[in-house]
């Protein structure tokens, strides 16, 4: 049976190697990387995806600000262990996360990753055109969804962590 839980301090060393497995080595470079900066991912909206004894997944979501003084929450990474892919484990996780950051009183996510996969949870390019990165990333990729209707109304400017 699997179950949606919190992570604990004891799960960050297999966080580490399941991203190093599906991301490679070369994922620190990535803009979402830049964007964390020397920050903490928010205890509150970190979750793993757990089987009988191992970790098979995992949520983590980052402070950011737009324009230097609108909070904002960054989603990602999210890593599916390959051998749990297409099991509905990633969704599972976005849905519960996003739930929650609602109900801790969040107004806006951003999210850089495959438009086609995060757009059924509201995520929109449309919604993030007024907002820059610090970083280039892959046109498409750069997605916001707004917790609470008109959350990203009218905001632009640059992305920088929070």
Same mark, same amino acid.
């Given at each position: 049976?699997?179950?949606?839980?919190?992570?604990?301090?004891?799960?960050?060393?297999k966080i580490e190697?399941?991203?190093?497995?599906?991301?490679?080595?070369?994922?620190?470079?990535?803009?979402?990387?830049?964007?964390?900066?020397?920050?903490?991912?928010?205890?509150?909206?970190?979750?793993?995806?757990?089987?009988?004894?191992?970790?098979?997944?995992?949520?983590?979501?980052?402070?950011?600000? !737009?324009?230097?003084?609108?909070? #904002?929450?960054?989603?990602?990474?999210?890593?599916?262990?390959?051998?749990?892919?297409?099991?509905?484990?990633?969704?599972?996780? !976005?849905?519960?996360?996003?739930?929650?950051a609602k109900t801790?009183?969040?107004?806006?996510?951003?999210? !850089?990753?495959?438009?086609?996969?995060?757009?059924?949870?509201?995520?929109?390019?449309?919604?993030?055109?007024?907002?820059?990165?610090?970083? #280039?990333?892959?046109?498409?990729?750069?997605?916001?969804? #707004?917790?609470?209707?008109?959350?990203?109304?009218?905001?632009?400017?640059?992305?920088?962590?929070?």
């Open positions: 049976m699997f179950q949606v839980s919190p992570e604990k301090p004891e799960d960050g060393l190697e399941l991203l190093d497995q599906l991301f490679g080595p070369g994922r620190h470079r990535r803009a979402a990387y830049c964007l964390r900066g020397d920050g903490q991912a928010l205890a509150e909206l970190c979750f793993v995806m757990r089987g009988p004894g191992f970790l098979c997944a995992s949520i983590r979501y980052w402070p950011v600000l !737009i324009d230097g003084g609108h909070a #904002a929450l960054l989603l990602g990474p999210l890593a599916v262990g390959q051998a749990w892919r297409n099991r509905g484990f990633g969704k599972l996780l !976005i849905s519960h996360s996003l739930a929650r801790l009183g969040h107004l806006r996510v951003l999210v !850089i990753g495959e438009k086609d996969y995060y757009q059924p949870f509201g995520f929109s390019t449309n919604l993030a055109a007024g907002l820059v990165l610090p970083e #280039a990333t892959n046109s498409g990729c750069f997605q916001a969804c #707004a917790l609470t209707p008109g959350a990203l109304d009218g905001l632009s400017g640059l992305v920088s962590p929070g």
